[in-house]
Nanobody, 124 residues
């Protein structure tokens, strides 16, 4: 069983930056693909970014390409999401997820392990 805890969310003005962290416990993350998802009020949860278990492959939603960067430190059992040039439409609850052999699967239902989420609010 993998337990995930996100942190780093908050309120930021448009154009600002935030760095989200996802710390794991229970098992090492080194064999898990990791994803970041977000959910805005009244909308479905959507994939934002994903990174392979080895860290050599990443994938981004078109809406965040060039602005967000996903990375991982397997020694620290932590995954990060650096978010730059934030826009009001980036507002939502951000979740990290873990799974084996999922690659950059954008379907939330196929990821077995989830954190509780961290709120990101971008003001205009």
């Amino acid at each position: 069983q993998v337990q995930l805890v996100e942190s780093g969310g908050g309120l930021v003005q448009a154009g600002g930056s935030l760095r989200l962290s996802c710390a794991a416990s229970g098992r090492t993350l080194s064999s898990y693909d990791m994803g970041w998802f977000r959910q805005a009020p009244g909308k479905e949860r959507e994939s934002v970014a994903a990174i392979s278990w080895s860290g050599d492959r990443t994938h981004y939603a078109d809406s965040v390409k060039g602005r967000f960067a996903i990375s991982r430190d397997n020694a620290k059992n932590t995954v990060y999401l650096q978010m730059n040039s934030l826009k009001p439409e980036d507002t939502g609850v951000y979740y990290c997820a873990a799974g084996v052999g999922l690659g950059y699967d954008v379907e939330p239902g196929r990821w077995p392990y989830w954190g509780q989420g961290t709120q990101v609010t971008v003001s205009s």
